[in-house]
């Protein structure tokens, strides 16, 4: 059965998600709103990686809400903090109510003489077929596929008689106390995962194709903690935030502009934090420039301490296969182990493999371009609530959101029932949507929409330039048109 028409289907209740619907309540009250998650909790990322010792890797100043700000002491935050805090804020705003759980959501089709659109899916609990129908979409899939996450096709895998898993398949029954366990890759999970494993395991190798860049930050910012000791909390709160995202941009800025410098300085930062003899130049110095792809956290020197101490042993070698003991490298040596990890990636799966039709029609968003990093051309009434990859998600979660709801009350204002991005240029040229060089990113630069290389066709990647685009540019810019 159909039900009645609603003004904005969110969907996914991840921190893209209850950012949305935090957005509408504070700025477009008088709009009915309704979140479609897939799962049974709230939380996206948060409530479905379980390994040990997941944590941001952006400070939680600028990874928070800018209308829901950080109390916490530790500038970089566990896990099950993160998901308390994104339960808070939906408890803050009242949005239980508005949220469907176990709702799977496979395609959305507009309707141009309705100027609507029909959302279908699956209600897996209820083990029925569901439909709505609404004004205005957000799409809050994130960017990844959640039910598998990367794995090479590993020569001789099921000879291996230990156990196998990759991080996003982790449960909380995986015993690791007292046993060898070996971490293939170099990204941000298996930066995160190892030095919490160190803590019980009898010993931890990193196994690495490649390195990868690495930055350390403090868990807890001495100067954030005065300024919240010692000055308004709002006060505080600005400033610490501002001070991040500067930082985030200048560090950012001259990685392009000075690749050498920047790369020198982090090779020393690594070398006056490790003991004396580790070989640097084979384990960390990465044969790419740094953010051509993502820079990686350290906290607290944590991963340097648990190889200074020898629970940690890197290794920088390819793979030969595995056998029944562990893993044959192609130098010739064993390395044993009672456990590995595949910390070797994720799926990137635009909007959630969602099918989008325009009047029954599919689409195919690989030959699309985005508009200011939130739409797709030619597609109607909707955005893409996507975040940054060179800085913290949530920053551009709250411009895209704040737009979007500008164009409501516009449209409300003037009486409009559409909207759609056009593109009015036939030279236009055109880019990958995402500037990184990352295998994931590789992997899927098939499957998503592409950018241009002028505004409004390009993501800046820059907070700065972004918020005065989005806050302060006028709606009707010569490239989004309106109906009514």
């Known amino acids: 059965m159909k039900n009645e028409l609603i003004d904005v289907i969110i969907i996914g209740a991840g921190i893209s998600g209850i950012g949305a619907a935090c957005h509408l309540r504070r700025k477009c009250p008088n709009k009915s709103f309704l979140i479609l998650e897939g799962r049974n909790k709230i939380g996206g990322t948060w409530d479905l990686f379980k390994y040990p010792g997941i944590r941001s890797d952006s400070d939680m100043y600028t990874f928070a809400y800018k209308f829901s700000p950080w109390t916490h002491k530790n500038t970089i935050s566990d896990g099950k903090t993160i998901l ?48 709505y129908s609404c004004k205005f979409l957000m799409s809050c899939t994130g960017y990844y596929d959640y039910d598998s996450g990367y794995t090479p096709d590993f020569k001789g895998l099921e000879n291996f008689q230990g156990q196998f898993i990759h991080p996003q398949k982790w449960t909380n029954d995986i015993d690791y106390l007292n046993k060898d366990v070996i971490v293939i890759g170099s990204g941000a999970t298996a930066i995160t995962l190892i030095p919490s494993l160190s803590e019980k395991a009898k010993h931890v190798t990193m196994l690495q194709r490649s390195p990868t860049y690495l930055m350390n930050l403090p868990r807890k910012d001495k100067f954030t903690n005065f300024l919240f000791r010692f000055t308004p909390s709002k006060f505080a709160h600005f400033i610490s935030r501002w001070k991040y995202i500067i930082r985030q941009i200048y560090f950012y800025g001259i990685s392009k502009r000075r690749p050498k410098e920047v790369k020198k300085f982090i090779k020393n930062e690594i070398k006056n934090s490790l003991s004396k003899g580790f070989d640097i130049e084979k384990h960390f110095n990465p044969k790419y420039d740094p953010w051509d ?41 064993q390395l044993k182990a009672d456990i590995i990890i595949s910390a070797t990636g994720l799926r990137l799966k635009f909007m959630g493999g969602i099918k989008i039709k325009i009047d029954n029609k599919t689409i195919d968003t690989s030959k699309l371009v985005s508009y200011k990093g939130m739409m797709l051309q030619d597609i109607p009434n909707a955005t893409i609530v996507f975040g940054y990859t060179n800085a913290s998600w949530t920053l551009k979660i709250d411009l895209v959101c704040e737009y979007f ?46 950018q241009g290389k002028k505004y409004p066709w390009k993501l800046n990647q820059n907070y700065i330039m972004d918020m005065f685009s989005l806050k302060f540019k006028k709606i009707e810019d010569g490239y989004i048109y309106f109906k009514n």
């Not at 009242?94 to 507009?110: A, T, V």
């Not at 820079?295 to 940690?312: H, S, T």
């Open 405 to 450: 709801c500008r164009i409501l009350n516009h449209m409300e204002k003037n009486e409009l029932k559409s909207f759609v991005p056009k593109i009015n240029d036939e030279n236009l040229e055109i880019e990958p949507s995402i500037g990184l060089k990352s295998g994931y990113v590789k992997r899927a630069q098939k499957l998503l929409p592409k």
């Open 293 to 333: 792809e993502r820079v990686c956290v350290v906290v607290d020197n944590d991963l340097y301490e648990a190889i200074n101490q020898g629970k940690c042993t890197v290794v920088t070698e390819n793979i030969n296969s595995f056998n029944k003991n562990g893993i044959l490298l192609e130098s010739g040596k």
């Open 84 to 131: 308390k805090y994104l339960n808070d804020t939906s408890l803050k705003f009242s949005l239980e109510n508005h949220i469907k759980y176990n709702h799977w959501i496979d395609e959305i089709n507009w309707n141009s003489s309705k100027n609507e659109w029909t959302v279908l899916g699956f209600d897996k609990q209820k083990n029925k077929k569901i439909e």
